[in-house]
C-alpha cells in the first residue's frame, strides 16, 4: 500500500520470467493490495455478522445493486484519471429515463431505436461539458454543476414528473432479468463495461493519453497529445455510461422516470476515490473502482442485512469516503515525500 | 562615495553543498550602514545560495553571520526577517485580490481588542508609512493585481520595509521593468539607502550597477573573486570576471565550417518574427545538423521565439518555414508532423509527466506517429524505451520506474529522449541544461553534438553563455527582443557574448 511505484501501468520489460512470477511479482507492488484485504475484513465482519450474506443469492443481489452505480463508476475513473469530474450523472440518467419515456411512448419509436438516441444524446450533452471545459477552460465542476440541476429539471420537464409505463417483457428482461434464471442481466453489463474501459485504460493509446493529461496537462500538450479532445472524450464516455444506468433503472421499474438516480454521483464517485484515484488526477485504476464498487455494494447490502437504521447508514458512508479520501491523500504524500 | 561606519552585515567563510554539489565555498561579505552591494556572477555561481543563505530560507554548512556584531542562525526566513534581514524575490509574493494596503501588512495585520477583527485604520497607517519611506503614495485600497507591474514592485518593497529591516535583499528587482521604471527604482534605492538601510542588489544589468550599487562582489563557481568600488568597473573587466575566461578555452574540434554549413539545406527559417513588446524583426536560419544558440538574458525574448515557433504562444507574426514550406497555424501537433520537437525551459512543471514510468514518458509523442496504432504496442514500446535509455544513458533501472524518481538531469535526457524516440529532426531546446550537474550537462552537450552529425539539427537556448561556446555551431545574441549578433561557434566566447547580452539598446 505504501508502494509509490506504478508497475502496473508501465511498458512491459521485454526480458519476461515465468508469467506466474510476473504475475505475483506485480500483485506485491500493486498499490490496491490494502484496498484488497480491506474489503476481505469487509466480507468476513458481514458474514459473521449475518449468515445470509456470504450466500450465493445475496452476493448475486451485490453485483446487481453494484451495476447501477458501478458502470458510471468505471467511467468516472477516466474521469478523475484525466484531473476532471462529473457531477451530472444522476440527472443524467435521469434524463435518459425520461427521453426513452416519451420517445417509447408518446412518440412510439422502436425500442431499440429509442434506447439508440438516449445513449447518441447523453454521449452529445457529455461532451459538451468537455467541450465547455477544452474551450473555455470552465472547471467541470462548475459546468457539470449547471447539468446537475439543468439535466433534472429538463427531465422534469419531458414527463411532467409523471412515471410513463413502459410495457414491454424484453425490455424488461435485458434491463432486470436474469439470465438462466440465475445471473443478473445488470451484472453482465457491470462485467463487459468494466472490461471494455480497463482495456482502453491500459491498452490504447487514447487510455494513456488520460492519464498523461491528467497527469501534466502542459506537458501532454507540447508532447503532442490531443488534450482537448481527450477531454471532450472522457466527458462523453460519462455521459453515455450515466445513460446505460438510466437505460437499466427505466427496466427496472418498467417505465420512464425522472426521480431515479438521486445520489448517483455520490457512490459513482466514492467508488473511484475507494479505489485509490487521485481527484488532482493522472492516477487511478480500473481494478481499484472495481474493488471500491463492490465495497460499498457489499457495505449497503450488509447494513440492511444486518437492520442498520437507514439514516445511520448515510452517516457510515460519508464517513467511509471520508476515510478514503484521508487515506489516499496520505500515501501519495508519503510517496511524494520518499521520491 | 564608499560608506565606512560599523558594518550591518557580515558574512564569514559561508560554504554550502547540495548532495555532492559544492554551491558555496567560503564566501565573505562585509556590509556597511548605507551601502548598496550589486552581487553578479553567471547561473550557478552561487548568487542564489548566498542570498538564501542570509535570509534565512536555508542554513549554511559552515560560516557565520552577523547582524550589527550579534551571531546570528536563523531557521527560517520569518526568524531572519525579525533579526532584520528583508528580502525582495524575484517573483513576486503579493496576492491577487487583496488589497494594496493587506499586501504591505500581510501576515501581519493589527487587531482590534478582544473580537480579534482587522483594525483597518492602523493597517492602512502602517502600510502609508512603509510607503512614506519609499517616498511613494499608493491608492491603499486597489486591487493589488489592478496595478502595473512597476508598482506592484513598489508593494513588495514596502512589504519587505514594514519589518524595518536593517539589510534588504532584491534579486533582479528590474527584470520585469522597462527603461524609466528602473530609473525611478533606482533612485528610490538610494534614498533608501540615505536612509541607513544596507542593500544587497542582484542583477544582470551592466549599466544598472554604476548608477545604483556604492561596491560590487563578483562570484563565480561558488568563489568569491573580486569585490572592488563601483567606479573600478568597467564592463569589459566585469564580464571577464564573471565569465573567468577559462571555459572559453575547450572550444571544440567538432564545429562546423561555416562555409560547410551554409551548403547544407535550411531547416527551419524564421523571418521578421515579431511578437508584441516581445520580439521584434528576429531572423533566424538552421541548417541540418547545425547546433544554433541562443544567447540572451532573462526577459530576452528567447523563449518567446521558442514557443512561438513550435506555436505554444500564437502571437509570432512573420514567416516560419520548415524544410522551404511554410508553417501557418502551428500548434505542437502539427510541429511535430513537421519533425520539430521542442523541450520547454520548466522541466518539472511542462516537460514531464510525473505520475508516469519512464518508459511511457519517453513514449508520449512516439505514439500515433511512429508507432501509428490505437492499441498501445507494448513490445514496440519497450524495444524504443529500452533502445533510447542505453542510448541517452538514462541512469533509470527500468522503463518502468517512476520519472520523479531521477535526478534532473536524467529527467531532462527522459524530455529529449521522448523527441527522440518520434524521429525527430529539428529540436529546439530551451534551457536543457538548467538546474542539472556538471556530468549531467556534459552529457547533454555531447548527445547534441551526436546528434548534430546524425543531421539532427538543434536550436540551443541558454543563459549558461559558457556552454554555448562549447556546443555550438552558431551563436545568435538575443538582447530585448532582437538579434543584435551572430556569431561563430568560435568566435562565440563568454567574455564577448555576455557583453554583448548585457549591454543595453538605451544611450
Same mark, same amino acid.
Given at each position: 500500500?505504501?508502494?509509490?511505484?506504478?508497475?502496473?501501468?508501465?511498458?512491459?520489460?521485454? %526480458?519476461?520470467?515465468?508469467?506466474?512470477?510476473?504475475?505475483?511479482?506485480?500483485?506485491?507492488?500493486?498499490?490496491?493490495?490494502?484496498?484488497?484485504?480491506?474489503?476481505?475484513?469487509?466480507?468476513?465482519?458481514?458474514?459473521?455478522?449475518?449468515?445470509?450474506?456470504?450466500?450465493?443469492?445475496?452476493?448475486?443481489?451485490?453485483?446487481?445493486?453494484?451495476?447501477?452505480?458501478?458502470?458510471?463508476?468505471?467511467?468516472?475513473?477516466?474521469?478523475?484519471?484525466?484531473?476532471?469530474?462529473?457531477?451530472?450523472?444522476?440527472?443524467?440518467?435521469?434524463?435518459?429515463?425520461?427521453?426513452?419515456?416519451?420517445?417509447?411512448?408518446?412518440?412510439?419509436?422502436?425500442?431499440?431505436?429509442?434506447?439508440?438516441?438516449?445513449?447518441?444524446?447523453? @454521449?452529445?450533452?457529455?461532451?459538451?461539458?468537455?467541450?465547455?471545459?477544452?474551450?473555455?477552460?470552465? +472547471?467541470?465542476?462548475?459546468?457539470?454543476?449547471?447539468?446537475?440541476?439543468?439535466?433534472?429539471?429538463?427531465?422534469?420537464?419531458?414527463?411532467?414528473?409523471?412515471?410513463?409505463?413502459?410495457?414491454?417483457?424484453?425490455?424488461?428482461?435485458?434491463?432486470?432479468?436474469?439470465?438462466?434464471?440465475?445471473? +443478473?442481466?445488470?451484472?453482465?453489463?457491470?462485467?463487459?463495461?468494466?472490461?471494455?474501459?480497463?482495456?482502453?485504460?491500459?491498452?490504447?493509446?487514447? @487510455?494513456?493519453?488520460?492519464?498523461?493529461?491528467?497527469?501534466?496537462?502542459?506537458?501532454?500538450?507540447?508532447?503532442?497529445?490531443?488534450?482537448?479532445?481527450?477531454?471532450?472524450?472522457?466527458?462523453?464516455?460519462?455521459?453515455?455510461?450515466?445513460?446505460?444506468?438510466?437505460?437499466?433503472?427505466?427496466?427496472?421499474?418498467?417505465?420512464?422516470?425522472?426521480?431515479?438516480?438521486?445520489?448517483?454521483?455520490?457512490?459513482?464517485?466514492?467508488? %473511484?476515490?475507494?479505489?485509490?484515484?487521485?481527484?488532482?488526477?493522472?492516477?487511478?485504476?480500473?481494478?481499484? %473502482?472495481?474493488? @471500491?464498487?463492490?465495497?460499498?455494494?457489499?457495505?449497503?447490502?450488509?447494513?440492511?442485512?444486518?437492520?442498520?437504521? +437507514?439514516?445511520?447508514?448515510?452517516?457510515?458512508?460519508?464517513?467511509?469516503?471520508?476515510?478514503?479520501?484521508?487515506?489516499?491523500?496520505?500515501?501519495?504524500?508519503?510517496?511524494?515525500?520518499?521520491? | 562615495?564608499?560608506?565606512?561606519?560599523?558594518?550591518?552585515?557580515?558574512?564569514?567563510?559561508?560554504?554550502?553543498?547540495?548532495?555532492?554539489?559544492?554551491?558555496?565555498? *567560503?564566501? #565573505?561579505?562585509?556590509?556597511?550602514?548605507?551601502?548598496?552591494? $550589486?552581487?553578479?556572477?553567471?547561473?550557478?555561481?552561487?548568487?542564489?545560495?548566498?542570498?538564501?543563505?542570509?535570509?534565512?530560507?536555508?542554513?549554511?554548512?559552515?560560516?557565520?553571520?552577523?547582524?550589527?556584531?550579534?551571531?546570528?542562525?536563523?531557521?527560517?526566513?520569518?526568524?531572519? /526577517?525579525?533579526?532584520?534581514?528583508?528580502?525582495?524575490?524575484?517573483?513576486?509574493?503579493?496576492?491577487?485580490?487583496?488589497?494594496?494596503?493587506?499586501?504591505?501588512?500581510?501576515?501581519?495585520?493589527?487587531?482590534?481588542?478582544?473580537?480579534?477583527?482587522?483594525?483597518?485604520?492602523?493597517?492602512?497607517?502602517?502600510?502609508?508609512?512603509?510607503?512614506?519611506?519609499?517616498?511613494?503614495?499608493?491608492?491603499?485600497?486597489?486591487?493589488?493585481?489592478?496595478?502595473?507591474?512597476?508598482?506592484?514592485?513598489?508593494? =513588495?518593497?514596502?512589504?519587505?520595509?514594514?519589518?524595518?529591516?536593517?539589510?534588504?535583499?532584491?534579486?533582479?528587482?528590474?527584470?520585469?521593468?522597462?527603461?524609466?521604471?528602473?530609473?525611478?527604482?533606482?533612485?528610490?534605492? /538610494? /534614498?533608501?539607502?540615505?536612509?541607513?538601510?544596507?542593500?544587497?542588489?542582484?542583477?544582470?544589468?551592466?549599466?544598472?550597477?554604476?548608477?545604483?550599487?556604492?561596491?560590487?562582489?563578483?562570484?563565480?563557481?561558488?568563489?568569491?573573486?573580486?569585490?572592488?568600488?563601483?567606479?573600478? $568597473?568597467?564592463?569589459?573587466?566585469?564580464?571577464?570576471?564573471?565569465?573567468?575566461?577559462? $571555459?572559453?578555452?575547450?572550444? /571544440?574540434?567538432?564545429?562546423?565550417?561555416?562555409?560547410? &554549413?551554409?551548403?547544407?539545406?535550411?531547416? &527551419?527559417?524564421?523571418?521578421?518574427?515579431?511578437?508584441?513588446?516581445?520580439?521584434?524583426?528576429?531572423?533566424?536560419? !538552421?541548417?541540418?545538423?547545425?547546433?544554433?544558440?541562443? $544567447?540572451?538574458?532573462?526577459?530576452?525574448?528567447?523563449?518567446?521565439?521558442?514557443?512561438?515557433?513550435?506555436?505554444?504562444?500564437?502571437?509570432?507574426?512573420?514567416?516560419?518555414?520548415?524544410?522551404?514550406?511554410?508553417?501557418?497555424?502551428?500548434?505542437?501537433?502539427?510541429?511535430?508532423?513537421?519533425?520539430?520537437?521542442?523541450?520547454?525551459?520548466?522541466?518539472?512543471? #511542462?516537460?514531464?509527466?510525473?505520475?508516469?514510468?519512464?518508459? =511511457?514518458?519517453?513514449? !508520449?509523442?512516439?505514439?500515433?506517429?511512429?508507432?501509428? #496504432?490505437?492499441?498501445?504496442?507494448?513490445?514496440?514500446?519497450?524495444?524504443?524505451?529500452?533502445?533510447?535509455?542505453?542510448?541517452?544513458?538514462?541512469?533509470?533501472?527500468?522503463?518502468?520506474?517512476?520519472?520523479?524518481? !531521477?535526478?534532473?538531469?536524467?529527467?531532462?535526457?527522459?524530455?529529449?529522449?521522448?523527441?527522440?524516440?518520434?524521429?525527430?529532426?529539428?529540436?529546439?531546446?530551451?534551457?536543457?541544461?538548467? *538546474?542539472?550537474?556538471?556530468?549531467?550537462?556534459?552529457?547533454?552537450?555531447?548527445?547534441?553534438?551526436?546528434?548534430?552529425?546524425?543531421?539532427?539539427?538543434?536550436?540551443?537556448?541558454? #543563459?549558461?553563455?559558457?556552454?554555448?561556446?562549447?556546443?555550438?555551431?552558431?551563436?545568435?545574441?538575443?538582447?530585448?527582443?532582437?538579434?543584435?549578433?551572430?556569431?561563430?561557434?568560435?568566435?562565440?566566447?563568454?567574455?564577448?557574448?555576455?557583453?554583448?547580452?548585457?549591454?543595453?539598446?538605451?544611450?
Amino acid at each position: 500500500m505504501t508502494s509509490p511505484t506504478t508497475t502496473t501501468e508501465a511498458t512491459t520489460p521485454s %526480458t519476461s520470467p515465468h508469467p506466474l512470477a510476473a504475475m505475483a511479482g506485480r500483485l506485491r507492488s500493486w498499490d490496491g493490495i490494502g484496498l484488497f484485504l480491506v474489503l476481505v475484513v469487509l466480507y468476513v465482519a458481514l458474514s459473521f455478522a449475518s449468515p445470509m450474506f456470504l450466500t450465493l443469492d445475496n452476493q448475486l443481489n451485490i453485483l446487481q445493486q453494484a451495476a447501477f452505480f458501478g458502470i458510471v463508476a468505471f467511467a468516472m475513473t477516466l474521469v478523475i484519471v484525466s484531473g476532471e469530474i462529473d457531477i451530472s450523472v444522476g440527472s443524467m440518467a435521469a434524463l435518459s429515463s425520461s427521453l426513452l419515456g416519451v420517445l417509447v411512448v408518446n412518440v412510439g419509436l422502436p425500442m431499440w431505436v429509442a434506447c439508440l438516441t438516449v445513449l447518441v444524446s447523453a @454521449g452529445s450533452v457529455g461532451a459538451f461539458a468537455g467541450w465547455v471545459r477544452a474551450a473555455f477552460g470552465v +472547471p467541470t465542476f462548475i459546468a457539470t454543476l449547471a447539468l446537475y440541476l439543468a439535466l433534472r429539471g429538463l427531465a422534469q420537464l419531458l414527463t411532467n414528473n409523471f412515471p410513463l409505463p413502459i410495457d414491454s417483457d424484453k425490455f424488461f428482461y435485458w434491463g432486470s432479468g436474469r439470465l438462466f434464471g440465475v445471473i +443478473p442481466v445488470a451484472a453482465v453489463y457491470l462485467v463487459v463495461v468494466f472490461a471494455v474501459i480497463a482495456v482502453v485504460a491500459r491498452k490504447t493509446v487514447f @487510455g494513456r493519453s488520460v492519464y498523461a493529461v491528467g497527469g501534466n496537462a502542459r506537458s501532454a500538450e507540447l508532447s503532442g497529445i490531443p488534450v482537448r479532445r481527450v477531454r471532450i472524450a472522457v466527458m462523453a464516455i460519462s455521459g453515455v455510461a450515466a445513460a446505460i444506468t438510466g437505460l437499466l433503472l427505466s427496466a427496472q421499474l418498467a417505465s420512464g422516470n425522472s426521480t431515479i438516480a438521486n445520489g448517483l454521483e455520490f457512490d459513482a464517485i466514492a467508488a %473511484t476515490i475507494i479505489g485509490g484515484a487521485a481527484l488532482s488526477g493522472g492516477k487511478g485504476t480500473l481494478l481499484g %473502482t472495481l474493488i @471500491g464498487v463492490v465495497f460499498i455494494a457489499a457495505l449497503l447490502n450488509g447494513m440492511v442485512l444486518i437492520g442498520v437504521n +437507514p439514516y445511520a447508514q448515510q452517516v457510515v458512508r460519508g464517513a467511509v469516503v471520508l476515510v478514503a479520501v484521508m487515506v489516499n491523500v496520505a500515501r501519495y504524500r508519503n510517496a511524494r515525500g520518499t521520491a | 562615495m564608499t560608506p565606512s561606519g560599523p558594518p550591518v552585515l557580515e558574512c564569514t567563510e559561508l560554504s554550502k553543498s547540495y548532495g555532492t554539489v559544492a554551491a558555496l565555498r *567560503g564566501v #565573505s561579505l562585509t556590509l556597511r550602514a548605507g551601502e548598496v552591494r $550589486a552581487l553578479l556572477g553567471m547561473n550557478g555561481a552561487g548568487k542564489s545560495t548566498l542570498v538564501n543563505l542570509v535570509c534565512g530560507s536555508q542554513q549554511p554548512d559552515s560560516g557565520t553571520i552577523r547582524v550589527d556584531g550579534a551571531q546570528a542562525r536563523w531557521g527560517n526566513p520569518g526568524e531572519a /526577517r525579525d533579526g532584520g534581514i528583508a528580502v525582495v524575490h524575484q517573483e513576486f509574493s503579493l496576492v491577487p485580490g487583496l488589497s494594496v494596503a493587506e499586501n504591505i501588512t500581510l501576515g501581519r495585520w493589527p487587531r482590534t481588542g478582544r473580537l480579534g477583527l482587522i483594525d483597518s485604520r492602523a493597517l492602512d497607517h502602517q502600510a502609508r508609512t512603509a510607503l512614506e519611506m519609499l517616498g511613494e503614495s499608493l491608492p491603499l485600497g486597489r486591487d493589488v493585481a489592478r496595478l502595473p507591474i512597476a508598482q506592484q514592485q513598489i508593494v =513588495e518593497i514596502a512589504k519587505a520595509l514594514l519589518a524595518e529591516p536593517r539589510v534588504l535583499i532584491l534579486d533582479e528587482p528590474t527584470s520585469a521593468l522597462n527603461a524609466t521604471e528602473v530609473d525611478a527604482l533606482i533612485a528610490l534605492l /538610494r /534614498r533608501l539607502a540615505g536612509q541607513g538601510v544596507a542593500i544587497i542588489y542582484v542583477s544582470h544589468r551592466m549599466t544598472e550597477i554604476p548608477q545604483v550599487a556604492d561596491t560590487l562582489t563578483v562570484l563565480r563557481d561558488g568563489r568569491e573573486v573580486r569585490t572592488f568600488g563601483v567606479e573600478e $568597473a568597467t564592463p569589459q573587466a566585469v564580464a571577464a570576471l564573471i565569465g573567468g575566461g577559462a $571555459a572559453d578555452d575547450g572550444v /571544440r574540434a567538432t564545429h562546423a565550417e561555416a562555409s560547410e &554549413l551554409d551548403s547544407r539545406p535550411v531547416v &527551419l527559417a524564421v523571418r521578421g518574427g515579431r511578437m508584441p513588446s516581445v520580439l521584434d524583426q528576429v531572423d533566424l536560419e !538552421l541548417r541540418e545538423g547545425e547546433v544554433l544558440g541562443i $544567447a540572451g538574458l532573462l526577459g530576452s525574448g528567447r523563449t518567446e521565439l521558442l514557443e512561438g515557433i513550435y506555436g505554444i504562444r500564437k502571437d509570432l507574426a512573420g514567416s516560419v518555414k520548415v524544410r522551404g514550406r511554410a508553417a501557418r497555424r502551428r500548434s505542437p501537433r502539427s510541429m511535430l508532423r513537421r519533425g520539430v520537437g521542442m523541450t520547454p525551459e520548466d522541466r518539472k512543471g #511542462s516537460g514531464i509527466v510525473p505520475m508516469l514510468g519512464v518508459g =511511457e514518458n519517453l513514449l !508520449l509523442s512516439a505514439r500515433g506517429r511512429v508507432i501509428r #496504432s490505437v492499441w498501445v504496442k507494448h513490445t514496440i514500446e519497450a524495444v524504443i524505451a529500452r533502445a533510447t535509455i542505453t542510448k541517452l544513458s538514462i541512469a533509470t533501472s527500468s522503463g518502468a520506474q517512476s520519472i520523479d524518481t !531521477l535526478s534532473g538531469g536524467n529527467q531532462q535526457k527522459a524530455v529529449i529522449g521522448r523527441l527522440l524516440a518520434a524521429k525527430m529532426t529539428v529540436l529546439l531546446l530551451d534551457e536543457p541544461t538548467r *538546474g542539472i550537474d556538471v556530468h549531467a550537462k556534459a552529457q547533454i552537450y555531447s548527445l547534441i553534438r551526436e546528434l548534430s552529425a546524425a543531421g539532427v539539427a538543434s536550436v540551443f537556448v541558454s #543563459s549558461e553563455l559558457g556552454e554555448l561556446s562549447e556546443v555550438c555551431d552558431r551563436v545568435l545574441v538575443l538582447r530585448d527582443g532582437r538579434v543584435v549578433e551572430q556569431l561563430t561557434g568560435s568566435e562565440a566566447t563568454t567574455e564577448r557574448l555576455l557583453t554583448l547580452a548585457m549591454q543595453e539598446g538605451r544611450p
